[in-house]
C-alpha cells in the first residue's frame, strides 16, 4: 500500500492562495498517476486535477486557470498551486495515487476559504 501525506491545507479569504503538497511512500516505481480530488459537505468527492508520468494534465473546468498541479516524478511527489480561491472551493483535499491499476488515497487536508 502506498502511503500519502499530505500537507498546506488551511484558512484563507477568498481571493487568496494556498499551496498543497503531497509525498508518496513509494520509492522503488514511479507512480502513473498523482492528483488531487476535493470533497465539499454534502457532496461527492470530484476531480481537482491530475497529472500522469508522461505529464498528461487533466482539470476540473472549474479550476482552470486558477489551480496549477505539478509533479516530481523521481521523487513521487505532487503539489497543487490554488490562486483566486473562492468560497466554493471550501472542501477537503485529497491526494491520490494510482499504480497498475490500483489506487491510493491520503487521510485529506482541509481547505476553506472565507467570503
Known amino acids: 500500500q502506498v502511503q500519502l501525506v499530505e500537507s498546506g491545507g488551511g484558512l484563507v479569504q477568498a481571493g487568496g492562495s494556498l499551496r498543497l503538497s503531497c509525498v508518496a511512500s513509494?520509492?522503488?516505481?514511479?507512480?502513473?498517476?498523482m492528483g488531487w480530488y476535493r470533497q465539499a459537505p454534502g457532496k461527492q468527492r470530484e476531480l481537482v486535477a491530475t497529472q500522469s508520468r508522461n505529464g498528461k494534465l487533466n482539470y476540473a473546468d472549474s479550476v482552470k486557470g486558477r489551480f496549477t498541479i505539478s509533479r516530481d516524478v523521481a521523487k513521487n511527489t505532487v503539489s497543487l498551486q490554488m490562486n483566486s480561491l473562492k468560497p466554493e472551493d471550501t472542501a477537503v483535499y485529497y491526494c491520490?495515487?494510482?499504480?497498475?491499476?490500483?489506487?491510493?488515497w491520503g487521510q485529506g487536508t482541509q481547505v476553506t476559504v472565507s467570503s
Open positions: 491520490r495515487s494510482e499504480r497498475q491499476g490500483r489506487t491510493d
Open positions: 513509494e520509492r522503488r516505481f514511479t507512480l502513473d498517476v
